[in-house]
């Protein structure tokens, strides 16, 4: 089974996602996500003029053999581009073989091992009124985790806050809240602010606040979004243990992996790390010291499933268990690949899940199901994503840019 062609389709229903379409000489077609929010073009190029070219021909059923043609062929390794690259083709491979079986994706994973993937979605306020109705709303809608992302007093924008802005940007009219959808429509970033020392004087109160209202079994998770110095984590680990959090996420910008050393000498606040990352090296010194507890790196920037497998069996060794990115620039077909994967590793934690747009939707048909707090991949063969070209090609590519962050002194920081 050769493959005869593979097709770049970008396109914006709300936001732009990269698809990559493989199509075999005897018909079947996969999907691979190999979206990079605010980079989109250069993962489509690199693609479409140094990936598609070298896979005409070649067995679509070598799934390794391609990957390791793509990460080592290309001596460039690493990098999250090249890795998105890689992720989508090797997704897309993997979506053929489980239609080829005639088999729903995880079974060829292993099968099940558990009913479905908890997961946790992002409530915001500004203030605490808004954050609690946030959390009320998430939780009518079944959640059983929950994210809390607050605003810090002095700065007028945070990250992971819904504003009305973004709301109808990410809604397009459709949902009045879209939490997290950082990306702006523009030529240029914008620009936010942030104090560090502000938000460790806030960031307890407002734990304290949640968990007064909502009592002490509802997980809560929090993310630091790469802000803080190793000292100044480990000082916010501490400070939230009293308020019990199932994660606190990117506490360091953890290029540096012995920062974690220092976060962990302090603190019992589990960790959460690896959005950012794109190979299992990127982990190595966090699992053989057991400096974290979830990884955080989705499907689409590691490298595929077969990567980010080899990345939670090694994960296992140590107890450390999966708590995969889901933001909405993960596109459905990333977020499917996931609901496949989670369903069958044996150390599955927990599955982030920001709902796409209806608008996505209409590009991107799926079959999973969000029940019970839980994501359900369904039984459909391959992953069971349908890409729709007519809606596709309705939602041309436009322009947006990831916030840029900088100090109150105007430095820039990390965002
Ligand atoms: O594209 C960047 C976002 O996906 C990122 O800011 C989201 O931190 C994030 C999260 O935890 O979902
Ligand atoms: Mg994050």
Redesign the pocket.
């Known amino acids: 089974m050769k493959i005869e062609s593979a097709e770049v389709l970008v396109s914006s229903p709300g936001r732009n996602f990269v698809t990559l379409r493989i199509t075999t000489d005897d018909g079947y077609t996969g999907l691979g996500d190999a979206t990079v929010?605010g980079r989109e073009l250069a993962v489509a190029s690199y693609l479409e003029d140094h990936v598609v070219p070298l896979l005409i021909g070649l067995d679509a059923h070598r799934i390794e053999d391609t990957w390791q043609y793509l990460y080592r062929g290309a001596y460039w390794r690493r990098g999250p581009i090249t890795m998105a690259a890689i992720a989508a083709v090797d997704t897309a491979l993997w979506d053929i073989k489980a239609k080829v079986a005639k088999m729903p994706l995880y079974q060829l994973l292993g099968g099940r091992s558990r009913e479905g993937l908890l997961v946790y979605g992002h409530a915001s306020g500004a203030e605490l009124p808004e954050l609690f109705d946030s959390i009320r709303e998430h939780q009518e809608e079944g959640y059983r985790a929950i994210r809390v992302q607050t605003g810090v007093p002095g700065l007028p924008s945070v990250y992971g806050v819904a504003s009305s802005a973004n709301a109808q940007q990410g809604g397009m009219g459709v949902t009045t809240r879209y939490d997290?959808e950082?990306a702006r429509p523009g030529e240029r970033p914008v620009e936010e602010s942030w104090d560090t020392r502000a938000y460790i004087r806030h960031i307890p109160t407002v734990f304290e606040a949640v968990r007064n209202e909502f009592g002490p079994e509802l997980p809560l998770l929090h993310?630091a979004?790469h802000r803080l110095t190793p000292i100044e984590a480990a000082k916010v680990g501490k400070l939230l243990e009293p308020y019990d959090l199932f994660w606190l996420?990117d506490v360091t910008p953890a290029e540096n992996q012995a920062a974690l050393r220092r976060v962990r000498e302090h603190t019992t606040t589990p960790l959460a790390i690896g959005?950012v990352f794109n190979t299992i090296y990127d982990y190595k010194d966090l699992f053989e010291e057991q400096l974290i507890d979830y990884v955080r790196s989705p499907i689409t920037h590691a490298g595929g499933i077969t990567a980010l497998r080899r990345i939670f069996d090694y994960a296992s060794v140590y107890q450390i268990k999966s708590g995969v990115?889901g933001?909405t620039?993960v596109s459905p077909v990333g977020l499917a690949a996931a609901i496949h994967l989670g369903i069958a590793i044996p150390n599955f934690g927990i599955q982030?899940y920001m709902k796409h747009s209806a608008a996505t939707h209409e590009v991107f048909r799926t079959d999973f199901a969000f029940e019970d707090g839980m994501l359900k991949p369904g039984e459909a063969v391959g992953l069971g994503v349908e890409y729709d070209d007519e809606a596709g090609a309705g939602h041309a590519y436009s322009p947006a840019y990831?916030p840029v962050a900088r100090l109150l002194d105007g430095s820039m920081h990390n965002w």
Do not use: I
Request: no cysteine; hydrophobic share 10%.
């Open positions: 929010n997290h950082p993310d979004h996420e959005e990115h933001p620039d982030e990831l």
